[in-house]
Nanobody, 122 residues
Framework: VQLQACGGGLVQAGGSLRLSCAAS????????MAWFRQAPGKERDFVAA????????YYADSRKGRFIISRDNAKNTVYLQMNSLKPEDTAVYSC????????????????WGQGTLVTVSS
């Protein structure tokens, strides 16, 4: 499956952004999906995951309550709604796919998309 993330940009602290990740090539509904991020000079960090049917979600504790992951299998797209953004949320955000019912932070994802840059100004 090929993944393409978009929706990043520059936003002021306290603002919101919605990222999208469009999938093509395979049956999207067979894949659990996740978002990761990597800040400059830091390791890649798990953000959130969603089951292939969309009924289950899982978040890194620090993002719970501010970020919402969702998916539309009819549109082959997974979303990340980010609210109350902080400067420390600045990072390249990437989506990942795993042919499983559900995946999490430690999953060895089979497919990765190129990232989209989110910059949060103070």
């Amino acid at each position: 499956v090929q993944l393409q993330a978009c929706g990043g940009g520059l936003v002021q602290a306290g603002g919101s952004l919605r990222l999208s990740c469009a999938a093509s090539g395979r049956t999207f509904s067979m894949y659990a999906m996740a978002w990761f991020r990597q800040a400059p000079g830091k390791e890649r960090d798990f953000v959130a995951a969603i089951s292939r049917g969309g009924s289950s979600t899982y978040y890194a504790d620090s993002r719970k309550g501010r970020f919402i992951i969702s998916r539309d299998n009819a549109k082959n797209t997974v979303y990340l709604q980010m609210n109350s953004l902080k400067p420390e949320d600045t990072a390249v955000y990437s989506c990942a796919a795993e042919p499983a019912v559900m995946a999490g932070a430690k999953t060895d994802y089979d497919y990765w998309g190129q990232g989209t840059l989110v910059t949060v100004s103070s």
